[in-house]
């Protein structure tokens, strides 16, 4: 089976950019669609990304996403950080019937 | 607008086994184009996926799990159900169900319950 490595936390000043990390530690990150999820404390996750880099109705441009085949990772972008960015953020894809969550970014806005 | 709802106990003792139901409601569990699938979470901790059930009713699981997993579902009550034999403290957790939308290279999990935090404990 494969991994997703994320990083632990990452932080980031209103108004600025960050890029959070998902990368694949065997099979293609290319092979299967990943997907992003938002989980504000206490609640449950919700979709940010689908599809590697389609946002569903409802979530602002400032979230954007893409898959690098030469790093073999994924990536989110938020733009624009605001406050209520503050969350935690998840990768996922699967594989042979199994589906694989990276263990999860803590995102602090400062 | 689909929408999902955990139920079940909220202890459960050691050696044990864990039943939740997942409630689902605009839309049916039947529709061949979903799969309904359980996700859990430990306190502070990141999402493991457990399981999921087809509309056919054929299930597949996390290989972690051990065998010791099983979900089901009741078509006539639109709900799908998870077991979780012989817990241990480790399986303490909060419990997502969520509809699982897929293709040939797609699993994705939306929307997601609400979540049901079961505690393993004597």
């Known amino acids: 089976n494969f991994m997703l490595t994320q990083p632990h936390s990452m932080s980031g000043s209103p108004g600025k950019t960050v890029t959070i990390s998902c990368t694949r530690s065997?099979?293609?990150?290319?092979?299967?669609?990943v997907q992003w999820y938002q989980q504000r404390p206490g609640s449950s996750p919700t979709t940010l990304i689908y599809k590697d880099n389609e946002r569903p109705s409802g979530v602002p441009d400032r979230f954007s996403a893409s898959i690098d085949k030469s790093s073999n990772s994924a990536s989110l972008t938020i733009s624009g950080l605001k406050a209520e960015d503050e969350a935690d953020y998840y990768c996922?894809?699967?594989?042979?019937?199994?589906?694989?969550f990276g263990g999860g970014t803590k995102l602090t806005v400062l | 607008q689909v929408q999902l709802q955990e139920s079940g106990p909220g202890l459960v003792k050691p050696s044990q086994t864990l039943s939740l139901t997942c409630t689902v409601s605009g839309g049916s569990i039947s529709s061949g184009t979903h799969y309904w699938s359980w996700i859990r979470q430990p306190a502070g901790k990141g999402l493991e996926w457990i399981g999921r059930i087809s509309a056919g009713g054929i299930s597949n699981y996390n290989p972690s799990l051990k065998s010791r997993a099983i979900i089901s579902m009741d078509t006539s009550d639109n709900h799908f159900s998870l077991k979780l034999i012989s817990v241990t403290a480790a399986d303490t957790a909060v419990y997502y169900c969520?509809?699982?939308?897929?293709?040939?290279?797609?699993?994705?999990?939306?929307?997601w319950g609400q979540g049901i935090l079961v505690t393993v404990s004597s």
């Open positions: 996922q894809s699967w594989d042979y019937s199994n589906v694989v």
């Open positions: 969520a509809r699982t939308l897929r293709s040939e290279i797609l699993r994705w999990f939306d929307p």
């Open positions: 065997s099979g293609s990150i290319a092979s299967k669609y």
